[in-house]
């Protein structure tokens, strides 16, 4: 079984789960694509990009040598994103008012935070022992997972106050995306393995994809279709797009494995996928049609998210440059 890199982590006592992640039916070429070295800066060993707004907008984090760090980049600039006397940081997601939230590694653990017109903004779950920030949608509502002494769970931050979101029964919890109705998507596990879900209304929804293996849900969109990704009964990684109780399985023609995990208010789906050798790829899924993304002259690549223009974002791997 080959396992794709994107990862989430779902951590509760005597559990580490590693869940990976970061890693339909006619392929095109992706020869009329556009695509944008982003160069941040010479002394990163590599700079990732996380996401990205309507505006085009797009944070992301640089792995230096003394430490990481998140960035904004916009119209060919940067700027950096670092927490005042932090060991790092971490941007992770952006909405359409330029409203940017992450975590950072402060003294005392890893904190989320809240990053608006140059003014950082950090919060913790009441007793938390870390507090991750992952997605924020256009409302302000952010999504994200704590660390308490009885594991890991997820949360909705809104308008200054938290809530616990925790699966019934559920050994640990992950909250990954939102959208701008707060209908929250996630992961869980339980004594009978790995889940997705849909919050909504205050009632969860247990996403399993059917026969597969496990099942974890990445994002969703404003009309409520839910991407994520499926182990088959072979244990190989796949794509899905759910809505209103039905699954639809995303598998990147002949790959070994294929991960969707953006899509925008259209219905266009992105994620990476692995060829027979092995090497990642990112895809764009739109209107029944595959197009493999391939930054030129470099391998792999990986597609992370889409935006309602139409642009995705996402990394290749070499030191110290992106692409989206």
């Known amino acids: 079984m080959k396992t794709i890199p994107y990862k989430i982590y779902l951590i509760a006592p005597a559990l580490i789960l590693i869940v990976l992640l970061f890693l339909l039916p006619t392929v095109v070429s992706a020869a009329d694509y556009g695509f944008i070295s982003l160069i941040h800066d010479p002394n990163a060993r ?55 939230v992450g975590f950072f590694l402060g003294a005392s653990g890893y904190h989320g935070f809240l990053y608006c017109h140059e003014n950082f903004i950090s919060f913790n779950y009441p007793n938390a022992i870390y507090t991750f920030a992952n997605e924020i949608n256009d409302v302000g509502q952010i999504v994200g997972s704590y660390l308490d002494a ?34 929250i998507v996630g992961s ?14 205050g009632i ?60 925008n208010d259209t219905g266009q789906i992105v994620g990476t996928y692995e060829d027979v050798n092995w090497v990642s790829h990112g895809f764009l899924y739109s209107d029944g049609k595959f197009t493999s993304i391939d930054y030129p002259n470099f391998i792999p690549t990986r597609a992370t998210g889409i935006n309602d223009v139409g642009k995705n974002y996402g990394f290749k791997m070499k030191s110290d440059i992106v692409q989206w």
């Open 188 to 201: 869980f596990a339980d004594s009978r393995g790995l889940h997705g879900f849909l919050f909504s209304g």
């Open 204 to 263: 969860f929804i247990a996403l399993d994809y059917p026969h597969g293996k496990a099942t974890y849900a990445r994002g969703i969109n404003n009309v409520g279709q839910i991407v994520g990704i499926y182990h088959d009964a072979g244990g190989d990684p796949r794509g899905f797009l759910y809505l209103s109780g039905d699954f639809t399985s995303i598998d990147y023609p002949n790959a070994t494995g294929t991960a969707a995990v953006g899509i």
């Open 46 to 100: 590599a700079t990732h990009a996380e996401g990205i707004n309507n505006l085009g907008q797009i944070v992301g984090v640089a792995h230096e040598v003394i430490g990481d760090h998140g960035f904004l980049y916009h119209d060919g600039n940067f700027t950096p994103i670092k927490y005042p006397n932090a060991k790092l940081t971490f941007a992770r997601g952006i909405n359409d008012v330029s409203q940017i």
């Open 150 to 183: 009885r594991g890991e769970h997820g949360f909705l931050y809104s308008d200054r106050t938290f809530t616990s979101i925790e699966y019934p029964n559920a050994i640990g919890t992950a909250a990954a995306g939102i959208n701008d109705a707060g209908q």
